[in-house]
Every structure is written in structure tokens, then in C-alpha cells.
């Protein structure tokens, strides 16, 4: 499955984010499970931010969110996450 949160970041909070997500992401690929992930931000919108991950299940996402080093990096920036379903279940794939 497939994780995406997108973050809607103001401009003054721009230059931190893209370090302190890499924290957040740095702590989700030690959990159980995790495959891969990655930060991008859009070209059309340098404030628009997605935080894309793959896992084993929903599960192994889940729990790798409720882990105290997740939270502590993570909660702070949730503030700016977009308010929308963020758990994909996988369908078709290539490459």
C-alpha cells in the first residue's frame, strides 16, 4: 500500500520543513514494513508538499504512525497536512 499525506506549507515555514520532514521520514523507514519513501513539493506550487511512502499493509503504516519517534517528529507538521484520505491500496504497478 501506498501512503500520501500533502502538507499546504506557508512560505515562512518553507526553508524548516523540508529538513524536519526528512526526520519524520528518516524515522518511518526503521519501522516494520516500510519499502520506500520520498518528500516532494509541487513545481506549480512550491507551498503544496506530499510525503509519499510504501508499505507492506495498512497495518505495518498505521502502527509505524503511533510509534513514540514518529509523533514526536511528526505531530508538530501535521498542523499543515491536508485534510483528505491518505492510505491507498495498490492496484497496478509498473517499473
Known amino acids: 500500500m501506498i501512503a500520501i499525506t500533502r ?3 506557508p512560505g515562512e515555514d518553507a526553508d524548516g520543513f523540508a529538513e524536519r520532514m526528512t526526520a ?5 523507514s526503521a519501522a516494520p514494513g516500510f519499502r520506500a519513501g ?3 513539493r ?3 506550487d512550491p ?4 510525503l509519499v511512502t510504501e508499505w507492506d499493509g495498512a497495518g505495518h ?3 509505524a504512525l503511533g510509534d513514540h519517534r514518529v509523533r514526536m517528529e511528526f505531530m508538530p ?3 499543515m497536512a491536508v485534510d483528505e484520505p491518505g492510505a491507498y491500496e495498490v492496484i497496478s504497478s509498473a517499473g
Open 7 to 9: 502538507y499546504r506549507v
Open 24 to 28: 519524520v521520514l528518516t524515522a518511518l
Open 38 to 40: 520520498r518528500l516532494a
Open 42 to 44: 509541487t513545481v506549480d
Open 47 to 50: 507551498g503544496l508538499w506530499a
Open 61 to 63: 503504516y498505521r502502527r
Open 77 to 79: 507538521l501535521a498542523v
